[in-house]
């Protein structure tokens, strides 16, 4: 695609791109949302600098793509429901290992979302990069035979994957446990997925939520997870995006997987809003 209302600038072999030419304090007319779309798709991950937005800007942006999304256990930013206002002191908290592993968001949902569009906030003077994977590369770069195993595979995506040992045994922790099982049960995905809107084939996994693959007993399951947790892993397949205050990232959460990274000693704040659109079911 020829695009006349933006301007792109490629930041990884394998995906992701910023974007130029474009101001998100003020509303996108069709030509320039039809192109930000077009470069999502393209590229799975967008970048934009320097937006000095709002809480209601960033919300008023994300509708532009469709519903927004409630997330059942996050909290929300006072105020702005739709917002997710991820906080913490420093990436020594416990409570970021859930962001710490290859993850697509709420895949342990029927319904997982088709975008997440991210605010940097307040950012370390260095650290608390975020990391993508191009699922769809994933895929591709399996061998034919392997490519042959997993198009017959499903595998079960279970948030209680993320309860450690000692929070189960601690007070109460059975109850937390069983009150999530309850609210989010476990979800079947087929481990290779076709994107509803490129027509392309994705390896479906997340490192945080995935328990085992229907069908298989536990070592055979257990031995596919890992080498397909290991595929990920693969350097090629990533981009990398050093934040900045008032930096925006935008990506396909149908088609790309995300690891944020806890190498930083001073306090980082973002915002996200999540967009349902028009996911795979």
Known sequence: ???????LRPVAGSLGTEIEGVDLKQ?????TY??????????????????????EQQVNFGQRF???????????????????????ESGAQPMLRLSNSWHEDLSYTYDPPLAGILRGVE??????????????RAYETLSDKMRDIVDQL??????????????LQADGGGERYAATFKKTPPALHPLVKTHPETGRKLLYISELTTTYIEGLNEPESDAILDMLYRHLDWKELHCRFYWRKNSIAMWDN?????????????AREMHRVTVIGETFN
């Open 1 to 7: 695609m020829e695009y006349q209302r933006i301007r």
């Open 27 to 31: 509303p996108l007319d069709d030509e």
């Open 34 to 55: 039809a192109e930000i779309k077009q470069a999502l798709l393209d590229n799975l991950v967008i970048f934009f600098r320097d937006q000095e937005i709002s809480p």
């Open 66 to 88: 469709g519903e927004l999304h409630i997330h059942p256990f996050i909290p929300s930013l006072d105020g702005h429901k739709e917002i997710i206002k991820l906080r913490a």
């Open 123 to 136: 950012i370390p003077s260095r650290g608390g990069d975020t990391m993508w994977v191009n699922l769809y």
């Open 154 to 167: 499903s595998a079960w995506h279970d948030v209680t994957k993320t309860y450690r040992r000692q929070e």
């Open 254 to 266: 149908r088609c790309t997987a995300h690891y944020a990274v806890r190498d930083y000693t001073e």
